[in-house]
């Protein structure tokens, strides 16, 4: 899977970058023109893609979000992890639990409900591949907004970062990926996640980084599993080397429920009036909101 891929992507690349820009004194800083060679027949456009990103041990979903290239804008949509959902089938829970108990299926299905759109493909990546990835395109440039600082011993995780700009990769930016241990919580990770986001975009549609997706997926190895095939996955990254990045979460509000913590999502189907059932809101003499 990952030759086949490395020969796609890369015959795809250079064809769709101009390597006389790239082998003459262009210093990468603004972005090369780059025609998708794959676009008139890969279909991965228009379609949303789940992007899921699990912890070090592959069971929890610390990252769920949406992925649309469409009309020259790659659209991020990601779900908080604590949003409540009701999954036909399972009863009330988190969403990030439908992964570990139905598996991406029942992740699928659910958000294809509740987005009103359906859910084609999917990519999981696990923190192991995020950090070797960012190792391999010498870290990302992030401005940290305060001080994260979180010891977990049993989870290997130590993260201690200063607030400011700086160049995270490895475990500091996996630290930063999963940070959650203030009043924020879930939200406040979201945020920086947003961040990350925009910041890894940026220097991965630089033409220098866009000819090394090969070796950057290499990198990644069994850490990172998808349901497209090696050309539609080509298409779907030069595509996004020529859009711009728009990234947003789920808006709501947290509130409990029999003493847990949730989060009430306005979920755009029920937002913009599209077809089918919509969840409706809480009952207040079961639900307390926070604020």
Known sequence: MLTAMA?????????????????????????IAITNPFAAWSGIADQDILVVGTDVGGGNTDVIASLRVDGG?????????????EAQGYGPNKINALYAIGGMDLLKRELSHKL????????????????????????????????LYYID???????????????????????????RHDELGDIGRLERQQLAWQALFRKLTRPEHLVRLPALLAAAG?????DLG????????????TTRLDTRRLPGRPFMRHG????????????????????????????????
């Open 222 to 226: 069994k850490d990172l599993k998808t």
């Open 153 to 179: 011993r049993s989870q290997g995780l130590y993260i201690d970062l200063k607030p400011g700009l700086q160049n995270l990769k490895g475990r500091d930016l996996e630290g930063f990926l999963r940070f």
């Open 116 to 147: 009103g759109r359906p859910i084609s493909h999917h990519v999981l990546v696990n923190l192991g591949a995020i950090r070797r990835m960012a190792d391999a395109i010498g870290g990302i440039e992030v401005n940290v907004p305060k001080r």
């Open 73 to 85: 804008i790659t659209r991020i949509t990601q779900v908080p992890r604590d949003s409540y959902i």
């Open 260 to 291: 847990i913590s949730y989060w009430d999502a306005e979920w755009p189907r029920a937002a913009d009036g599209g077809g089918g059932a919509t969840q409706a809101s809480p009952d207040p003499d079961r639900y307390r909101f926070l604020y």
């Open 230 to 241: 090696p050309m539609e996955l080509g298409g779907l990254i030069t595509a996004m080397g």
């Open 7 to 31: 020969i796609g992507l890369s015959g795809g690349l250079l064809l769709a970058v101009p390597v006389s820009n790239l082998l003459g004194g262009h210093d990468g800083r603004e972005n």
